[in-house]
C-alpha cells in the first residue's frame, strides 16, 4: 500500500497541543501517546520521514489512536528534561483530561521516563522502547558532536550514523553515506536540537526510577548501539511495576520494529489492571 493509501487507511491528521507542541494522530481506539524518538527538528516529519514514522506505527494504529508528538519549537537554552516533561503533562491534561498510555521510544523515551516520574497522575500504563535511565558516554558524546556541528551550519548526521558501529569498515561506509545524506535531513532549527540534547545529556533518573508508579514495559534490542544491556536492566529492575523484554540479535531501531514489538505492547496494554 502506498503512502497516500495508508493515511487515508489509518485516517491521519494533524494538530498542536498546549505549548505548541506538533502531532499526527493516526489509527482507531484507545489513546496513545508515543513520544517521538530523536529528530532533526522539533516539527511534524516530511516526506519519507513522515511516511516511515505512520508505517512503522502502524501495527499498533490498528489497536490505538496513536498521537505521535513532538517537543515544542523554540526549546529555550538551558530548558532542562524536567522543564520538557511538565510541558507534555499540561499538553497532556488538557488535551486527554486523564491519563492515557505512553509510549516512548529512544529520546522519546527520556522524555517519557521524566514524565513518569515528576507527573504520574498522566501516565496510565508506561511504554519505553530502546531508551533507559539515563544515555550511555559514548551516545551523549555523538549526540552533542552532532548538535554542536549542526549549530555550526556543518554536516553533522555522522555522528549518529556511526554510533556504536563496531567494524571499522562499516562504520566509514555508514559515516560516508551519512555525510552525503546530511544536508537532506539538516535540522531547520539547529537551536531546538541542541537545546534538546544539552537535556538529555543531563538527564539521570538513577534515583528517581521508584518514583514511576505506572504499570511499565521496557524493550529493548540485545544489540542496542547507544545503550549498554545493564542500562535496560537497571531501568526495569528500578520500578517497582515494570518488565523487560529484550529482543535477541536486535539493534536500537531494530528493536521498534521487531516481529512481537506491536504484539507485546498491545497485550501489555490492553491486559487487565
Not at 566509514?172 to 537535556?199: E, I, Q, S, Y
Not at 529482543?247 to 514489538?261: D, E
Amino acid at each position: 500500500m502506498g503512502r497516500a493509501g495508508l493515511e487515508r487507511e489509518l485516517d491521519v491528521s494533524e494538530g498542536v497541543l498546549e505549548h505548541r507542541m506538533p502531532y499526527l494522530a493516526f489509527g482507531s481506539g484507545p489513546a496513545l501517546v508515543f513520544l517521538r524518538w530523536f529528530t532533526p527538528d522539533h516539527a511534524n516529519p516530511r516526506g519519507w520521514l513522515r511516511s516511515s514514522e505512520i508505517k512503522t506505527m502502524a501495527p499498533l494504529a490498528r489497536h490505538f489512536r496513536v498521537y505521535a508528538v513532538n517537543r515544542a519549537p523554540g526549546m529555550a537554552v538551558g530548558t532542562s528534561m524536567a522543564d520538557i516533561a511538565r510541558e507534555h503533562a499540561e499538553a497532556l491534561d488538557a488535551e486527554f483530561g486523564a491519563p492515557v498510555d505512553v509510549l516512548g521510544i529512544s529520546s522519546g523515551g527520556s522524555v517519557a521516563l521524566q514524565l513518569a516520574a515528576d507527573h504520574p497522575s498522566a501516565v496510565r500504563r508506561l511504554v519505553i522502547a530502546s531508551s533507559a535511565y539515563r544515555l550511555d558516554p559514548s551516545a551523549r558524546a555523538s549526540q552533542m558532536k552532532y548538535a554542536q556541528a549542526a549549530v555550526a551550519g556543518k554536516r553533522a548526521l555522522h555522528h549518529l550514523a556511526t554510533q556504536g558501529i563496531q567494524p571499522p569498515v562499516k562504520a566509514r561506509l555508514v559515516g560516508v553515506a551519512a555525510w552525503l545524506a546530511d544536508p537532506l535531513l539538516r535540522p531547520k532549527n539547529p537551536a531546538d536540537t541542541l537545546a534538546f540534547v544539552h537535556a538529555e545529556d543531563a538527564f539521570d533518573l538513577t534515583d528517581r526510577l521508584a518514583d514511576i508508579t505506572a504499570p511499565t514495559l521496557v524493550v529493548a534490542g540485545e544489540r542496542d548501539e547507544f545503550y549498554d544491556q545493564s542500562c535496560f536492566r537497571y531501568t526495569a529492575e528500578g520500578i517497582p511495576d515494570s518488565r523487560l523484554v529484550i529482543y535477541p540479535a536486535t539493534s536500537h531501531l531494530g528493536a521498534i520494529k521487531h516481529a512481537r514489538f506491536a504484539p507485546d505492547v498491545t497485550e501489555f496494554l490492553s491486559s487487565p489492571a
